[in-house]
């Protein structure tokens, strides 16, 4: 697993943010009893994709998150539990994962050949996502915000738009995965910009994380309460 990143935000309090190849693990994760220290229902999920691709990347992502979240809780992979926070939105039990009691906050995304990790000690969200044909891109765009909109309607070269497009994409979901809210929240509310930088969003970090050619990522990280608004 290899570290893509220095931080999100703050440096004092930088999450870990990991980036996998499904493909470098995929073998490993086909050996008798790899599958172990997944849970019944994490089993039966993956179990269930009717695509070998979509299999691998949920159990590659699955396993390392397992893995990672064992090494920080010092627990075995196996005994890690899962839980639901409670949906900003509408209050019920199935916001974002977390880990019962919040000893360390996680978000996890995976996209093509791609998985995206990342740790921290406040609510932290993550995203990465395969560039979109042009087409796609323009079919899409009307979801997002008005301004975010306008911006990539002055895109004036096409070829950019994909790359334009996701990076503004990857900054959204990165927040609401971060704030628990998901689709849950219209993606036209928050503006987070489709230009180079990621506009201010109170109360949150966004940052563009480096990413294989072909994607795009991002990473959200909830301010602490000695950071200044911005």
Do not use: N
Request: proline share 8%.
């Amino acid at each position: 697993m290899t570290s893509v990143a220095p931080g999100i935000g703050d440096p004092a309090r930088s999450p870990a943010v990991h980036v996998l190849r499904v493909s470098e693990h995929a073998a490993a994760a086909r050996v008798s009893g790899a599958l172990a220290p997944l849970s019944e229902e994490e089993r039966a999920r993956a179990a269930a994709f009717v695509r070998e691709v979509d299999r691998e990347r949920y159990v590659v992502a699955h396993l390392a998150l397992r893995r990672e979240l064992g090494a920080l809780l010092d627990l075995d992979p196996a005994e890690v539990r899962f839980a639901r926070a409670d949906c900003p939105v509408c209050g019920d039990p199935h916001g974002r994962p977390i880990v019962p009691g919040d000893p360390v906050h996680f978000s996890l995304s995976h996209a093509g050949d791609v998985v995206l990790l990342a740790f921290a000690a406040v609510p932290v969200g993550v995203d990465v996502e395969e560039l979109p044909g042009v087409e796609s891109v323009r079919e899409t765009m009307s979801a997002l915000h008005p301004r975010e909109r306008a911006e990539l309607a002055a895109v004036s070269d096409a070829a950019a738009l994909p790359a334009a497009f996701t990076r503004c994409w990857t900054r959204k979901e990165a927040y609401l995965k971060g704030t628990g809210a998901g689709l849950g929240e219209d993606p036209s509310i928050t503006y987070v910009s489709a230009l180079d930088e990621p506009a201010q969003v109170p109360g949150w970090h966004l940052t563009d994380l480096p990413a294989p050619t072909g994607y795009a990522a991002a990473g959200a990280l909830r301010k602490g309460s000695t950071d200044t608004a911005g």
